[in-house]
């Protein structure tokens, strides 16, 4: 299942979030439920959780039988906290 999503985020769902110029990424998927981060510009807009409902989700949905729910996934991506780690020790 996790990878007829991540088909569907890539061929569906990135093509409209590219309008933004945003993406999303699947973070994981268990007992039917996608989590889903948004990527680029999508990542930081205050109306991140609207665009997961009103767009992600419904595309996801018709696409995926057996997906029950998606969610925004919010967490802090580890390519994230690399970053700010050599920010904050002045190696860039």
Same mark, same amino acid.
């Given at each position: 299942?996790?990878?007829?999503?991540?088909?569907?985020?890539?061929?569906?769902?990135?093509? @409209?979030?590219?309008?933004?110029?945003?993406?999303?990424?699947?973070?994981?998927?268990e007992?039917?439920?996608? *989590?889903?981060?948004?990527?680029?510009?999508?990542?930081?807009?205050? &109306?991140?959780?609207?665009?997961?409902?009103?767009?992600? *989700?419904?595309?996801?949905?018709?696409?995926?039988?057996?997906?029950?729910?998606?969610?925004?996934?919010? &967490? @802090?991506s580890?390519?994230l906290?690399?970053?700010?780690? *050599?920010?904050?020790?002045?190696?860039?």
């Amino acid at each position: 299942m996790k990878e007829k999503i991540k088909k569907v985020l890539e061929e569906k769902v990135d093509p @409209v979030l590219g309008e933004h110029y945003g993406g999303a990424v699947l973070t994981g998927f268990e007992n039917g439920i996608a *989590k889903v981060r948004l990527t680029g510009a999508c990542a930081a807009c205050p &109306s991140a959780q609207y665009t997961i409902e009103d767009v992600v *989700k419904q595309i996801i949905m018709e696409n995926c039988k057996g997906v029950k729910d998606v969610v925004l996934d919010t &967490s @802090v991506s580890e390519d994230l906290i690399d970053m700010a780690k *050599k920010i904050l020790n002045k190696e860039i």
